[in-house]
């Protein structure tokens, strides 16, 4: 690992005048110059000791005053601070009530160890696990090369939709029940207002850039997630399927969130995490949960219907059975 200067920040303000750039923009441009944000740590330093980032400054903003709180409005949305940590969120008792597939997504990620350090912030900007993005010895499409070596490579763990250029997927599960949620990143530059931008917004596609896997700039931070509030008739579910129970990243991962009138699905929300490179939400399964009585036969037909569009590749055809088991089974763990 490279040797580096640490910058404490004191405030939202200090930390975005001392950072220069995103570690994305570091890994595919390599200036050796970067000064960069830290919070947690935990795939920061990954991709340090990895080679694969070499920043000259880290900005610690992980002391910034405020930025780690859980609080609900008066009209009971909530804002989880960019440095609240996933075993704060796990912990917290209206979260557990209100968004279960949340509470379930973060008590599912990673390990106990590392959802002390890992917080919300850097889990939605963490970068993804490809093990040939990964290796130092692959410039792959994410790092600025040509080529996606997964493609015809080990792709065991890799996209089966959206998979036309980088197959990776994105790393970060506990997006997969935020998504369904509709909750809204929370970012600023420190000059103008904060923004709120949906969680499909904020992930980029790398169609549109296989170097960034999010719309953050290097003067932008984030300052927390938005989420809106949610009636005693919306009820949720997530499952994680991992290689292993703990310490692994998501093979297939699902949150249903739907809106309950009796047994009917009024409105659905079925997002699919580890099938594509970006967290996914699921139309053609959302539109055939709604407006329909919910049973084992329409849970079958939704699940059937989120892969519809799945195109494996050599090694990952299993994911569509997975998928489709878990994608019944929360839905049915719902009614
Ligand atoms: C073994 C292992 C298993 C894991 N399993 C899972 C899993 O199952 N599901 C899952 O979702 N995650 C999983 N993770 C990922 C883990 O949750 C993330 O590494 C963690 O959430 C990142 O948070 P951090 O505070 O440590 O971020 P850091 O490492 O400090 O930062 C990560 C990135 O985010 C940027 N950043 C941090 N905070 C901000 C901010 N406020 N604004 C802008 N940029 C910011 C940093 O510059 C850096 O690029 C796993 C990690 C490990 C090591």
Same mark, same amino acid.
Request: charged residues 25%; neutral net charge.
């Given at each position: ?11 939202? @303000? ?5 950072? %220069?750039? *995103?570690?994305?923009?570091?890994? #595919? /441009?390599?200036?050796?110059? &970067? ?120 792709? @065991? ?5 959206? %998979?036309? *250029?980088?197959?990776?997927?994105? #790393? /970060?599960?506990?997006?997969? &029940? ?158």
């Amino acid at each position: 690992m490279n040797r580096f200067k640490w910058y404490e920040a004191k405030s939202v @303000e200090d930390a975005l005048e001392q950072v %220069n750039s *995103t570690v994305s923009n570091e890994v #595919a /441009s390599r200036t050796g110059n &970067a000064a960069v944000f830290k919070a947690g740590g935990t795939d920061l330093l990954d991709l340090m000791k990895e080679g694969l980032v070499e920043p000259k400054t880290i900005v610690h903003i992980g002391n910034i005053p405020g930025m780690r709180e859980i609080t609900a409005d008066l009209d009971e949305s909530v804002r989880i601070g960019a440095n609240v940590t996933l075993a704060e969120i796990e912990e917290h008792a209206y979260i557990r009530d209100r968004y279960l597939a949340l509470h379930q997504a973060v008590a599912s990620a990673a390990t106990p160890q590392l959802r002390n350090m890992a917080t919300i912030g850097g889990n939605l900007a963490q970068r993804t696990r490809c093990w040939y993005f990964r290796s130092i010895d692959h410039k792959c499409l994410r790092k600025g090369g040509d080529t996606c070596f997964a493609r015809r490579g080990e792709n @065991e763990n890799h996209a089966i939709m959206n %998979n036309g *250029t980088c197959v990776s997927v994105h #790393a /970060s599960s506990v997006s997969t &029940a935020l998504m369904a949620f509709d909750a809204e990143v929370i970012i600023t530059d420190g000059k103008g207002e904060e923004k709120r931008v949906p969680m499909e917004e904020f992930f980029v596609s790398p169609g549109e850039d296989a170097t960034t896997e999010n719309i953050l700039r290097a003067n932008e931070i984030i300052t927390g997630v938005y989420l809106p509030p949610v009636k005693d008739s919306r009820k949720s579910y997530y499952i994680k399927q991992g290689p292993r129970k703990s310490y692994d990243w998501s093979i297939a991962d699902v949150a249903v969130v739907m809106e309950m009138q009796g047994s009917k699905c009024t409105e659905a929300r079925v997002v699919l995490g580890a099938a594509a490179p970006t967290p996914l939400r699921s139309r053609p399964a959302e539109r055939t949960l709604t407006g329909k009585q919910v049973s084992a036969s329409v849970a079958v037909e939704a699940a059937t219907a989120a892969m519809e569009r799945a195109r494996p590749l050599s090694q990952n055809a299993y994911k569509i059975p997975l998928f489709e088991a878990i994608i019944r089974e929360a839905i049915m763990e719902i009614v």
